[in-house]
Each structure stands twice: as structure tokens, then as C-alpha cells.
């Protein structure tokens, strides 16, 4: 009788928990919003979560699936997504009714201090961190810091010529990454970060660590977006603390010796030790080291990663098109011509053809595969019957966007002149969105695309680059990647121009 009873027990636990992750797959359903079978304990992201799939093209797929519908109804788990496809609704939650889609929805562990940062954070703390640290990425802070930039991509010259003197295949990856951690690490910090010439560089190893395709990050990475209910768990288990100790420790050893020396560089440290001394400014925030530490730190991993990645990209693209790259190479010859040695920011600003190939990489490779925001009050979409609760996870999928053949016909071929600005005005407006838009949109856009084309240009200007034995073709992404990545790097011959 008793081992009958405990049996019935673990019937009606078990009954609870599969009931718990159920209840609330016919969220959709109630709501005449078509989506794929959830299943349980995973929702829609089974193949996601076991890394067999980038959540990209995952999101991808199921926009192929569901063509007409202007709306897709997922689950993580048992939370439920809602994807949006149509570019006026996006233009709804990203612009025109931004106040109602403030937040991210990114979820943040207040135990994992480097976490609490102008990307995750909700718009009660994000707003007034947003408006005080703006003023660091305007065009003019961009001419002040250019000569540093360029200083970075004349040390990536010498780096790279080193490796061409091997005379074997380059891993572009990496070798960007280097480069842009120097310029971060210049501009952002007023540090000499020595990626590009320390093959121990501390801040290199770090931004590595962080972002590397391993199980521990994807674990992190996965239980934080996916089963938030664990993350105290997997935090005690798997904990960040040398990252965290290392990005607390820089921030606040700068800040100290600047006030001590009566240092000022105008630039992102200088902007948190203003916020240090008037923390006023942020209202009844409360300002605390670690969340000084976690602005930095995130303009330092998203500074690098994204435009690292970009220029490993483009350069994919222009060893496989000859054409493309002797065009471009053409470009910036004749405007080195026009203006002598000396790179100047003007010179990048008339680049007419560079933007384009640089517009392109970032609609065929956008890092970010999609964008999420969280609705801050009930919310009935535009010329629907659709109405959400507050709290309800929205998602855009701007990889499955950028590669739809309606949207961008042979959306698989390499085409700069999709932003001529006659084919430009053929396109609606949200149907591209690397840096996002609206309020939200990625406060150090500016930035990266001048360090990105700064550093493309130095290249082209000394080199030319072609494909290899090692070189990935076609293009496979990493489904165990944070951001969008190709799986084994991107291997190319890198040679002096003759």
C-alpha cells in the first residue's frame, strides 16, 4: 500500500510538471496566430538549444514557413514569442510606439554583475544611461578619435605583413579581432590593449573567452535566454568571476588614476567618471561599480565582436568576387590619389562605393540575428485584432529579412548596388536593420562603421585576398555561436599587391 502511494505521488508530480509546461502552448492558438508544434520542455527551440542550429536561421526557417502571415506565434520553452514580419508593425514597435516596446526583454542576472548593461537593462535605467553616455558617439567625438583609429589599421598593416611573409592561409577572424580590440581599447579606454602585438594581450584572451563558441558560454548563453528560472543555478555552477573581476578592476584602476592625475581624454571612461561624480544624473538609479563596469564592458565585447566579424566578412565576400574587390581597391586608390598619403575622415565619407559593400556584408552577415523587444503595456497592433499582455516577448528577425528573395531577389549572391540609391528607394525602410532602429537602436553605430572601414581600407590599399585550400565554400554558419559566425573561421590568402 505504501509503495502504491508513493507511486500515485510521482504520477501526480509528474501530471503537474507536464501540465506547468503546457499551459501555455495555446496561447497562440487562442489568438488565430499560426506557429509550429511546440514541444515540451523545449517550445519550438529544440534544435537551438541542442546546437544544431544558429537561432538565425532557426528563425529563418520558420519565416520561409509562414510567408503570408504577417505574424508568427513561438514558444522558448513554454514562454511564448511573437515574431513580427510586417515592416509597417516593425516600424510600429521600433519607432512609432517605441514607449510601449522599450524594453529589450533580454534577460540579466542581478548576481552576474557585467550583466546589468545598456543592452539588457530595462528602460527605467537604460533611458537616462543612454542619454548620458550619447555624447561620446557623435560625428565630432568620431573626427577626434579617427587619428587613433588610424594609428590601429597602419599597426594591423604591419601585423598582417608579418603573417603574409609566412606565405600561408590567414585566419581573418582573429586577425580582426585584434585590431578591433586595439581601437576600442584606444578610443573607448585610453588603454594600449596590445592585441595586435601581444600574443598573451590579457583584454584579447578575455574577449575570447567571453564570446567563444564553448559549452560553458552556451549553457550561460541558453539557460539565461531560454529556462531564466535557472540561471541563479548555472550562475553558482559556471560562475563568469575572472571576467568579472578583470572588467571591474580596469574600469575602476582608469577612472582612479585619472582623477588622480587629472587626466581627460573626452572619451567612454571619462563619460562614466562624470556619472560617478553626478549620479544625480541618473535620477534615483542607484550607481554602483559594477554597473559602471558593465557599460564599459559591454562597449568593449560588442565594439570588437561585431565589427571584427564584419570585416572578416566583407573580405570573404571580396575574395570570392575579384570584380567587387578590384572595384573597390579602385575607389580608394583614386581618392588616396586626390588627397596624397594622408587618410582623413573626409576621405572615408566619400567612399561611395566602400558604404555599399560595407551595407551589404552587414545585410547578408547581420551579427545579430534578430531583435527583441518586450511590450511595457497591454498593446493591440495596428490594423489587427491582436492584443498582448505586458510583458510579451516580440521578436524581429532581421537575418531572415535580409536574406528574403522578395525583399532582396538571389538574396544568397553578393551585390552591392542593392544600395544604389535608385534601388534604395524601392525598399522599405525596416526591411534593414543591422544596427536596429528607433530609440534603441545601437548607440555606437557611428563607431563601428568607420573602424570597420578604416580597417578595410588599409587592407585593400596593401593587399589583395583570395580564396585558399582552407577557405569555407560555400559559407556554413556556427550553430553553436553567440552572434552570426562562420563554423572553423574564415581562412583566406592574404598577398602584397604587385
Not at 577626434?144 to 585566419?171: H, R, W
Request: charged content about 25%; aromatic content about 12%; overall charge positive.
Amino acid at each position: 500500500m505504501e509503495s502504491f502511494e508513493k507511486l500515485c505521488g510521482i504520477a501526480v508530480l509528474l501530471l503537474v510538471i507536464y501540465y506547468y509546461f503546457i499551459s501555455t502552448y495555446d496561447f497562440w492558438k487562442s489568438r488565430d496566430i499560426r506557429g509550429p508544434q511546440p514541444i515540451l520542455g523545449f517550445g519550438n527551440f529544440k534544435d537551438v538549444m541542442l546546437n544544431k542550429k544558429f537561432i538565425g536561421d532557426y528563425l529563418r526557417e520558420v519565416y520561409n514557413k509562414y510567408k503570408d502571415d504577417s505574424m508568427i506565434g513561438i514558444f522558448t520553452s513554454r514562454t511564448p514569442i511573437l515574431i513580427i514580419k510586417s515592416p509597417e508593425l516593425i516600424k510600429d514597435i521600433l519607432i512609432k510606439d517605441f514607449s510601449k516596446f522599450a524594453n529589450r526583454g533580454v534577460a540579466f542576472s542581478e548576481k552576474d554583475s557585467l550583466s546589468q548593461h545598456l543592452f539588457a537593462l530595462e528602460s527605467k535605467r537604460w533611458r537616462p544611461l543612454r542619454t548620458n553616455l550619447s555624447p561620446v558617439f557623435t560625428s565630432g567625438k568620431l573626427k577626434d578619435m579617427f587619428s587613433l583609429i588610424l594609428e590601429c589599421a597602419d599597426n594591423l598593416v604591419q601585423y598582417t605583413e608579418k603573417l603574409v611573409s609566412k606565405n600561408g592561409p590567414i585566419e581573418c577572424c582573429e586577425l580582426m579581432a585584434k585590431y578591433t580590440t586595439d581601437v576600442i581599447g584606444t578610443c573607448a579606454f585610453g588603454i594600449e590593449m596590445n592585441a595586435l602585438t601581444d600574443e598573451d594581450s590579457e583584454f584579447r584572451r578575455m574577449g575570447r573567452s567571453v564570446l567563444a563558441p564553448n559549452w560553458k558560454n552556451n549553457i550561460r548563453f541558453k539557460v539565461r535566454q531560454y529556462l531564466p528560472w535557472l540561471d541563479g543555478i548555472v550562475y553558482y555552477i559556471l560562475p563568469r568571476s575572472q571576467v568579472i573581476t578583470f572588467f571591474t578592476r580596469v574600469v575602476v584602476e582608469t577612472m582612479d588614476y585619472r582623477d588622480l592625475n587629472n587626466v581627460n581624454r573626452n572619451d567612454f571612461i571619462d563619460m562614466l567618471r562624470e556619472l560617478k561624480r553626478n549620479p544625480d544624473k541618473l535620477g534615483d538609479i542607484k550607481l554602483t561599480e559594477s554597473l559602471l563596469a558593465s557599460q564599459a564592458f559591454v562597449f568593449f565585447l560588442a565594439g570588437f565582436e561585431t565589427s571584427s566579424t564584419t570585416m572578416s566578412h566583407a573580405l570573404y565576400e571580396l575574395a570570392l568576387n575579384q570584380q567587387i574587390q578590384d572595384k573597390l581597391r579602385e575607389e580608394i586608390d583614386e581618392e588616396y590619389t586626390k588627397h596624397g598619403s594622408n587618410l582623413v575622415y573626409e576621405n572615408v565619407k566619400n567612399m561611395n562605393y566602400l558604404d555599399k559593400v560595407f551595407k551589404e556584408t552587414l545585410r547578408k552577415y547581420p551579427p545579430v540575428g534578430f531583435l527583441m523587444r518586450q511590450s511595457t503595456t497591454s498593446y493591440t497592433f495596428d490594423g489587427t485584432k491582436l492584443n498582448i499582455p505586458e510583458g510579451q516577448k516580440v521578436w524581429i528577425p532581421v537575418l531572415a529579412i535580409h536574406r528574403d528573395p522578395d525583399i532582396y531577389p538571389k538574396p544568397d549572391v553578393f551585390d552591392p548596388e542593392r544600395f544604389s540609391d535608385e534601388t534604395l528607394k524601392t525598399r522599405h525602410a525596416m526591411h534593414y536593420l543591422p544596427f536596429g532602429d528607433g530609440p534603441r537602436n545601437c548607440i555606437g553605430a557611428r563607431f563601428a562603421i568607420f573602424q570597420t572601414k578604416i580597417g578595410l581600407i588599409k587592407i585593400l590599399r596593401n593587399y589583395k585576398v583570395e580564396t585558399c585550400e582552407k577557405t569555407l565554400i560555400p559559407y556554413v554558419i556556427n550553430p553553436k555561436a553567440l552572434m552570426l559566425a562562420p563554423k572553423g573561421g574564415i581562412h583566406l590568402k592574404i598577398i602584397n599587391r604587385t
